[in-house]
């Protein structure tokens, strides 16, 4: 396949930012106002455009962007699959457009529809409790652990250590040290899951918990999970499910039954609801029962005393007992709840495990087909292909070049220059064929085609240090100003 990405420019530039275009001096009326002064302006310079002209800059916008209607993600880690648009149908609904601010009395379609979701969920992962306050997975992390704090400190047993593998997210090693913990790292066996001596050796009187992902980053299933659990377990920890590789799992296997006993949910990645970029997501956290009264708060439940009137079931709003705060606004997000609710919902049983197989079919037949090396295995749902003598940074801008976006590189380090892989279900065998051709391509270029990749993307190779260490988030810092 040949790939070549719109370029759109005007003096030399890329298609300009509004702020770039020709701007219109807007009276806004701010001397009428009551606000004092120093709050209001008089003016606003807004770009003085056309409705076709706006239109042409949006379009012009998305044809320099790679996007996930553009072509295969087979980004690991925090996957941005496709999202099915019936989602979005549901999620525009005229009767979803609610405000958050009601009170209970009218929320009534709202509530039942977040109860269920939180039913799906306990189902899904073997939890007895849900709380679907956290907007991100990360913050369900992070809200997780602070549950498993709250719980030892209500027993009067402080505990100062977070064991977490060095496969893990980086995202464990961030939660549990934000929470207040040591974090202690976890040695990898030989074939790339826990060591079981490791983690005897490290678990003690101090040990609030284990962050584990099952199947974890390598796309390993931990084979001992149940004496892993029962080391901790008997250490008097508790073991934390990081959800980010749930999908391998639907409707086959669950946390709750390996002995986890908090996990969190990346609906995003599992349930198809858009969260690239940072965007809007959810979290959502789920509990074995004796953790659920330290649930972040409020939480949904249905009530028997019948204020609705009829056969319909109420539900309300509550605080568990000894939960630890609000996390996030309202309810939590609700349109990416919704989402969740609206993909679960229509897959049902069937079609979770039909998710999954696909899931894993799709990585396994992938891997089969690109020529570098896969050094750990079986794998489930992502593999991680080493890309040798070659930098996987080098590689995964090459990839570019083929109409594919890259996968996730350099990690794990367990695997040297790792290219990381996730297809997800959601792709064809034609899509994983382009994606194998692709790589192996790239894998027999030489290194000076590759640094000076990529050629065609509307951008060529971007300062990425620069970008994440001196961003410019709006349109007066790139003239220079705040």
């Not at 962007?65 to 925090?78: A, H, K």
């Not at 993909?343 to 990585?363: E, M, P, Q, T, W």
């Amino acid at each position: 396949m040949r790939y070549d990405q719109a370029r759109w420019a005007e003096d030399d530039r890329y298609e300009p930012l509004l702020s770039e275009k020709d701007t219109t001096e807007v009276d806004v009326g701010g001397e009428d106002s009551p606000l004092p002064d120093d709050l209001t302006r008089d003016s606003l310079e807004l770009p003085g455009l056309a409705e076709p002209e706006l239109a042409r800059h949006y379009t012009r916008l998305s044809q320099m962007n790679y996007g996930v209607e553009s072509g295969p993600f087979p980004l690991g880690s925090c996957t941005m699959k496709y999202n099915p648009k019936f989602t979005e149908d549901v999620a525009a609904l005229p009767d979803a457009a609610v405000h958050p601010d009601r009170p209970a009395e009218h929320a009534q379609g709202t509530l039942a529809v977040l109860a269920g979701l939180q039913d799906y969920l306990a189902r899904i992962g073997g939890m007895d409790a849900v709380s679907l306050q956290p907007p991100a997975g990360a913050a369900g992390e992070f809200a997780g652990i602070l549950v498993a704090r709250a719980y030892h400190e209500h027993r009067g047993d402080e505990r100062s250590e977070v064991i977490v593998p060095e496969s893990a997210h980086g995202t464990n090693f961030a939660s549990a040290a934000m929470a207040g913990f040591d974090v202690v790292e976890l040695p990898g066996a030989e074939d790339g899951r826990v060591d079981l001596d490791a983690l005897e050796a490290a678990v003690g009187e101090e040990t609030a918990a284990l962050m584990l992902t099952n199947p974890n980053t390598l796309g390993l299933f931990e084979r001992d999970i149940e004496e892993i659990a029962r080391t901790v377990h008997d250490a008097g920890g508790l073991l934390y499910y990081d959800g980010a590789n749930l999908n391998a799992l639907l409707g086959r296997a669950r946390p709750g039954d390996m002995g986890f006993d908090i996990m969190h949910y990346n609906v995003h990645k599992t349930f198809a609801t858009p969260h690239g970029g940072g965007g809007p997501g959810a979290g959502p956290i789920g509990v074995v029962e004796d953790l659920a009264p330290f649930l972040p708060t409020p939480r949904v439940r249905e009530t028997d005393h019948g204020s609705g009137g009829g056969d319909a079931p109420d539900y309300e709003l509550f605080e568990p007992e000894h939960t630890i705060g609000k996390v996030h606004g309202f309810e939590g997000n609700w349109p990416v709840l919704l989402k969740a609710y609206a993909y679960i919902a229509r897959l049902g049983d069937g079609g979770l495990r039909d998710a999954s197989a696909k899931a894993v079919l799709n990585a396994n037949y992938l891997a089969e087909q690109v020529d570098y090396d896969v050094p750990f295995g079986p794998f489930h749902h992502e593999f991680v292909a080493s890309a040798g003598d070659q930098d996987a940074a080098d590689v995964a801008k090459r990839m570019l070049d083929y109409g594919v976006h890259p996968p996730t590189t350099k990690w794990p380090e367990i695997v040297p220059e790792a290219l990381m892989t996730e297809p997800t279900e959601a792709e064809s065998k034609r899509t994983l064929d382009q994606l194998a051709e692709a790589f192996n391509a790239v894998a027999g270029e030489d290194d000076a085609t590759l640094e000076a990749a990529p050629e065609r993307p509307a951008a060529r190779r971007v300062d990425q240090v620069g970008a994440a260490r001196e961003p410019r988030l709006s349109w007066q810092a790139l003239r220079g100003g705040e």
